[in-house]
């Protein structure tokens, strides 16, 4: 496969010189994404775009970072998880430039937190609402207000293992350099993810599966196409009134046009639609589980079980489980391994279509198999003990439904039409078709050519910079700018791209040497890594 990219197709070659050119400048992109608010420590996705912290940005940002500065980067981790809920819920997203009870300027973001504790499902001018009409809201007691009432996908752990074992690697070539990452500290951090884990067990598999579920499309994939059908069934009955206060009020457009970008690129307002609704109607939800009153699937409005959050649950328990380890944890390092494997035959047992030779999405409201062609099916290769014949299966078709001249595309161009007028694949639109570079780098061990990959991700990074998400069919950067998990996989990539050419030629090494101390030199303590830089061993 030849990885190339840019909109026309072309790029530069990965020399020495452009590999530390990748890494000074996604260096200065991490940097940019961190701010330092009310005494602590946040990122931000992407400047003008995301204004707050993210959850599942938070530990890929940190893992990036902690290539250059690593106080900070497990600062970030600690600030962030000061927010982690009583019940082990880490919220979607923080602001913290929010004073306890202080209300989101409207231009600032749409849609604000208090639609996660207004229990009217009527979509409304948020602006206007009056504070009666949340602050009672025992979750908006709790949090003052500051964070949503839904969690992202459990990526904490992949990222913490992966700071971890390149810091240890570093240790090992000089044993003279001190931990960051000592044992309590690691200890602290183990304890609230494991806290978080538990959280999606017992509150995450309303049919008690034995695997998770979605309950809002925001706990990563927004508009992809394994939820169009339950979508549709909760934005029925929008008035055109409601989708007119969507359209005046969704700033992430006038983010967008601002920087010369197309709201084609975002999901549509109609898409706006569902995702209010559901908020509001968890909204009741989580009242109803603050209360200690039961909850059933009937309360639930949206609930998907998913390949995608299922599998990389189980690879963060196994990582979860060697971090408990290592800080002395036993008890929890054997209680996560225990989750893990029970998940992993349920995933089995209840995703897995043999007629269709893929996982499955399965609508927990209408127990419906959905065989969609979205690269969330593919997720459960992060489990290490997948049945052979099954990962060679799911291997085969990651291989051939998803793999472009660019990356990995979010969705097949092959995948049907779920829902009328809303097509199946857009190699433009957020999750439904485009190359997400985060989503490449745990993926691609399970590629035939992981390395072409990852050469043709920092050649996109060369010509686009560090870009929100990309076009499958042409390399073009798409969405935000200055994406600070794009710069995360960039940094990581281009240090063992860079580490490669260092092997091969050895007057290389001692140009890398010669330059560690300059600006965007990589530093001479920088481990060669026998693995790829996902942290999992190549294939």
């Not at 940005?57 to 250059?68: M, R, V």
């Not at 992060?382 to 799911?394: F, G, H």
């Not at 830089?533 to 294939?539: H, K, R």
């Amino acid at each position: 496969m030849a990885a190339k990219g840019g909109e026309e197709g072309t790029s530069a070659d990965l020399t020495p010189g452009s590999l530390h050119e990748l890494i000074e400048k996604s260096d200065h992109v991490l940097r940019s994404t961190v701010k330092t608010i009310g005494g602590k420590i946040w990122a931000y996705p992407s400047p003008g775009l995301y204004p707050g912290a993210w959850n599942w940005d938070t530990p890929q940002i940190a893992e990036g970072l902690f290539h250059s500065d690593k106080e900070t980067a497990i600062r970030l981790l600690e600030d962030f998880l000061t927010m982690q809920w009583e019940n082990g819920m880490i919220p979607h997203i923080v602001f913290p430039q929010l004073r306890p009870g202080e209300r989101l300027q409207k231009d600032v973001y749409f849609p604000p937190p208090s639609i996660w504790y207004i229990t009217d499902d009527h979509i409304q001018d948020y602006a206007q609402v009056p504070a009666a009409a949340y602050e009672n809201h025992p979750a908006y007691k709790a949090t003052g207000g500051r964070t949503t009432g839904i969690t992202q996908y459990p990526i904490w752990a992949i990222s913490l293992k992966n700071m971890y074992d390149y810091e240890q690697q570093q240790h090992t070539s000089h044993p003279e350099m001190a931990l960051q990452l000592t044992p309590e500290r690691l200890a602290s951090l183990v304890e609230k993810l494991n806290k978080s884990h538990q959280w999606f067990h017992e509150h995450r598999d309303p049919l008690n599966l034995g695997i998770v579920a979605e309950f809002h499309p925001w706990m990563g994939c927004d508009n992809a196409p394994c939820y169009d059908r339950a979508m549709a069934r909760i934005a029925a009955g929008t008035t055109p009134e409601e989708l007119a206060l969507i359209k005046t009020q969704r700033t992430d457009l006038k983010a967008i046009i601002a920087r010369n970008g197309d709201s084609s690129e975002r999901p549509t307002d109609l898409d706006y639609a569902a995702y209010i609704k559901i908020a509001h109607r968890l909204a009741r939800v989580t009242e109803k589980e603050m209360k200690g009153e039961a909850v059933t699937i009937d309360d639930i409005p949206f609930a998907v079980y998913s390949p995608m959050l299922t599998g990389m649950l189980i690879r963060a328990e196994r990582d979860l489980a060697a971090l408990a380890q290592a800080a002395g944890r036993k008890d929890i390092a054997e209680e996560a391994r225990k989750r893990a494997d029970r998940m992993s035959k349920s995933m089995v047992g209840h995703l897995w279509d043999n007629r269709a030779e893929q996982f499955c999405y399965l609508d927990a409201k209408g127990m419906e198999k959905e065989p969609v062609k979205f690269i969330g099916t593919c997720f459960p290769l992060l489990d290490e003990t997948l049945p052979p014949a099954i990962r060679t299966a799911v291997k085969k078709r990651l291989q051939a439904d998803y793999i472009t001249d660019f990356g990995i595309a979010s969705a097949s161009k092959d995948n049907p039409e779920r829902v009328p007028g809303k097509p199946g694949y857009d190699p433009c639109r957020y999750w439904r078709g485009p190359i997400w570079d985060n989503v490449t780098r745990l993926l691609r061990p399970f590629t035939t050519d992981p390395g072409s990959l990852r050469d043709g991700a920092l050649k996109r990074a060369l010509d686009n910079g560090c870009r929100e998400y990309s076009n499958p069919e042409t390399g073009a950067g798409l969405g935000g700018h200055d994406f600070g998990w794009t710069a995360a996989a960039v940094r990581a990539d281009a240090e063992a791209r860079l580490h490669e050419l260092e092997a091969q030629t050895p007057a290389l090494q001692r140009e890398t040497q010669a330059s560690a101390f300059q600006p965007g030199g990589i530093k001479p303590d920088i481990i060669k890594k026998s693995r790829d830089s996902t942290g999992f061993f190549l294939e």
